[in-house]
């Protein structure tokens, strides 16, 4: 089973530009799923297909130039941005920044560095999600921790323990639900102590 092709959206105005990096792209085996030359164009495109990346020209003519397109996708979407700049001013390099990109392509365009930039954003993105998740595991588990801070109904008899459900468990089984841990069974030695001198006890008899 092969892997599926890489599916990237190019959002360029200048024809020309637009037409050698889409024929750049599709040498290298990618798949250019659209071609917008509007901001506004380019966020419906990308809602539609989904594209692994986005090729963003940053000064898009129009009401929506390609920083705040390439926000839009960002925040709605998730997906990697690569900026294709040119003489662009401080500001809108400054705008650009904020949006975080995963990589920058100055016209007039290099074909050989194309694959090495689609492969450290695809890189760069597949880190952050790692870091989103692993962030998430240890909220969620900072929450169990805070919730075992708190009181903890333990049966007077048997020493189970109520659970939020209303349910009744072992102190391991809800311990191990909590917090994910596993559990093995040994003796202290006050225990132990206690059990060799009544097995003693027992032989002596």
């Known amino acids: 089973m092969t892997d599926a092709p ?24 990618y798949v250019v799923v659209g071609n917008a030359v509007e901001g506004a164009e380019a966020v419906r495109l990308a809602g539609e297909h989904k594209p692994d990346i986005v090729f963003m020209d940053i000064t898009l003519e129009g009401e929506v130039d390609g920083v705040e ?9 998730g ?7 040119s003489h662009t001013d401080a500001e ?6 904020t949006i975080e990109p995963h990589g920058y392509l100055v016209k007039p365009l ?10 450290m954003a695809l890189h760069k993105h597949r880190m952050e ?3 989103q998740e692993l962030t998430q595991r240890l909220q969620a588990a900072l929450e169990e921790v805070e919730q075992l801070r708190g009181m903890l109904p333990v049966c007077a ?26 559990y093995t069974h040994g003796m202290c030695q006050e225990c132990a102590g206690k059990f060799m001198g009544g097995v003693q006890d027992g032989q002596k008899e």
């Open 6 to 29: 890489i599916r990237i959206l190019v959002v360029e105005d200048m024809g020309s530009v637009a037409n050698v990096l889409t024929a750049a792209l599709e040498a290298l085996g």
């Open 69 to 77: 397109a390439a926000g839009t996708i960002r925040s709605d979407l």
């Open 79 to 85: 997906t990697p941005i690569v900026f294709l700049t």
């Open 92 to 97: 809108t390099l400054e705008r650009a920044r």
């Open 110 to 119: 290099e074909p050989r560095m194309l694959r090495p930039t689609v492969e």
């Open 129 to 131: 999600i790692e870091r």
């Open 157 to 182: 008899w048997c020493r189970r323990v109520r659970d939020d459900e209303g349910y009744w468990d072992t102190i391991e089984g809800y311990l191990s639900k909590h917090l994910s841990t596993q």
